[in-house]
């Protein structure tokens, strides 16, 4: 395990110089604003448990939006299989409760007291399906994390069931390898254990935030199993409309809803519904928000009002964009889901998503497997010495392409190679691929809620490169706003748990948060420019297609026939 790294409030400020005016470096302008912040919520505090894919932090935020604590730490990553992605349910919660004591430590060391953090929120990746013993608390089997494939052929299997063209109408959601509705199905299948506990009647499902928040509260000492209804819109068992548990959706995956434990739907914010922590240094501290990871990225960039929207460039890319109250149903390839609901009395906010497979892998490609630099943070540095892609086109389709494509049969393919290409030009390729896919998703997304994008929020890894910025806004026409302030995830989460105790009461109240220091990428090119490099990337992508066959998918991604 990496060793865990801590940062005090000095650490966590941005290293940006600080002014009070608005400067401009070419068509990016970086907008420097102090004058908002409030005294008094600068001594107020709430703490954000936000746990990825392959780490979990917890951060101490004041009211204003500055980090004044954190500590971060990696957990194991465990695959015993071709195609299998596991990870300890246990190693999940000691690592929450590690991160709370170290970050808590700072903040005491800082001259303030347990009783300063007036709530918790929680925040987490958001597939990933854990299953436990109502009974003894104690998890029946590694959790299956979102990343895993080896439900593929259940999947081939359940679109030819009956019904199966009913379920994207009910929640939002097509069927894949993700939702954790797939992977509960296998495990009821294929492992005994699982198996023997939902006939006992003893069986407990839940993602990540249901078990975190299960055992923050004791276990089976206090039994608090809910879920908010971000996290609970991609299990694929719950009505996007009616925002519960839908028997048509239950009976299509041949759960018996007699037979299993699942998590009580709530708002993403409240006072109670998500109890209190019960031992560590914060015994006695309220948890009143949960979100999935990507909403909660959503709610820190305070994008609540409908055409807002946020990418985040991690391993992956997620972009959501906010649809108002009501949900959209995609006819273009994205997903449906809930971006967030602060509070019991507020409506529902729903977004479309779009995936994109590789964005930081892609880097890391680069890096690990063809030696192009030792630091991935190097990325800029070697495409900054070409001026362009000099005609290469990368489609990173690794694993085929994600949305709006959803291409299986696609593979990894660099095209317009020369006897003259350098290294640089594939480091801009491999970024360009993200930004065009990116733009793909945007298409999309205008063609389903009838408005287009007026600006893009950006956060996660790659973001912090500067020429992939500024391609990705010369790519999509319109500008990219990048703030200082990278955590916007666990930001997400404390911005609801404060509602929940009333330090919030609108949105209107959010609108200076983390705006200081934000960079704005203009584009440079024009359209006609941008919209003959799309033309190149799409031929491309429909070059890319046919690589593989069914068969080979299946021995690729470890499928087993049972």
């Not at 070419?26 to 600068?42: A, F, P, W, Y």
């Not at 719950?238 to 925002?243: G, V």
């Not at 729903?350 to 690990?368: D, P, W």
Request: negative net charge; contains cysteine; proline residues 4%.
């Amino acid at each position: 395990m990496a060793r865990p790294m801590f940062s005090t409030a000095d650490d966590l400020q941005p290293h940006i110089e600080v002014h009070t005016t608005e400067s401009h470096d070419g068509n990016r302008s970086i907008v420097q604003d102090e004058s908002h912040r409030n005294d008094n919520l600068k001594n107020r505090f709430i703490g954000a448990i936000d746990q990825g894919t392959t780490s979990t932090r917890f951060i101490i935020f004041d009211c204003t939006g500055v980090p004044i604590a954190s500590y971060q730490t990696e957990f194991r990553q465990i695959h015993e299989n071709s195609g299998w992605h596991e990870q300890d349910p246990l190693e999940l919660v000691n690592s929450a409760y590690t991160c709370i004591e170290e970050a808590m430590n700072s903040f005491l060391a800082l001259g303030h007291s347990k009783s300063d953090v007036e709530a918790i929120g929680i925040t987490s990746q958001r597939e990933t399906t854990v299953v436990w013993d109502w009974e003894t608390g104690e998890p029946l089997c590694n959790a299956i994390a979102w990343p895993d494939t080896r439900t593929t052929n259940l999947v081939r299997e359940l679109k030819a069931k009956p019904g199966a063209e009913e379920l994207l109408q009910l929640c939002g959601l097509p069927l894949s390898t993700y939702p954790s509705s797939v992977s509960l199905l296998w495990l009821l299948r294929n492992n005994p254990d699982v198996r023997d506990a939902y006939e006992a009647g003893t069986l407990a499902f839940g993602t990540v935030d249901s078990w975190l928040i299960y055992n923050l509260n004791g276990g089976p000492e206090n039994n608090v199993l809910v879920t908010d209804v971000s996290n609970a819109s991609r299990t694929m068992f719950m009505n996007i409309h009616t925002l519960q548990y839908d028997d048509r959706l239950l009976k299509f995956f041949d759960i018996d809803r007699s037979k299993i434990r699942l998590p009580k739907i709530v708002p993403s914010s409240d006072p109670e519904a998500f109890g209190r922590v019960v031992m560590g240094p914060l015994d006695g501290v309220r948890i009143t928000s949960c979100l999935g990871d990507q909403s909660a990225a959503l709610v820190g960039h305070c994008a609540f009002t409908p055409g807002s929207a946020k990418n985040t460039y991690g391993t992956g890319c997620f972009l959501l964009y906010n649809v108002g109250d009501k949900p959209v149903i995609s006819k273009h390839g994205l997903l449906s889901t809930v971006g967030f609901q602060l509070g019991r009395d507020s409506k529902p906010v729903y977004a479309l998503e779009g995936s994109v497979a590789v964005a930081g892998s892609g880097i890391s490609f680069l890096m690990n497997n063809l030696g192009f630099f030792r630091d991935s943070r190097k990325v800029s540095e070697v495409a900054a010495t070409v001026p362009d892609n000099g005609g290469c086109v990368f489609v990173t389709a690794f694993s085929g392409l994600f949305a709006p494509y959803w291409i299986d049969d696609a593979k990894g393919t660099i095209f317009g190679i020369t006897q003259y290409t350098q290294r640089g030009h594939i480091a801009r390729a491999t970024m360009e691929a993200a930004c065009f896919q990116t733009k793909a998703i945007l298409d999309a997304m205008a063609m389903d809620s009838g408005h287009q994008l007026s600006i893009l929020a950006v956060d996660g890894g790659m973001s912090n490169s500067d020429i992939c910025m500024q391609s990705q806004a010369d790519i999509i026409q319109i500008p990219v706003e990048r703030p200082a302030m990278h955590e916007t995830t666990a930001l997400g989460t404390a911005i609801a748990a404060g509602f929940a105790v009333g330090i919030w009461k609108e949105f209107d109240e959010l609108k200076h948060m983390n705006r200081a220091n934000r960079t704005t990428f203009s584009p440079q090119i024009s359209r006609q420019q941008s919209e003959r490099m799309y033309k190149k990337w799409s031929k491309a992508v429909e070059m890319s297609r046919g690589w593989v066959d069914n068969h080979e998918l299946d021995i690729e991604r470890g499928v087993r026939f049972f």
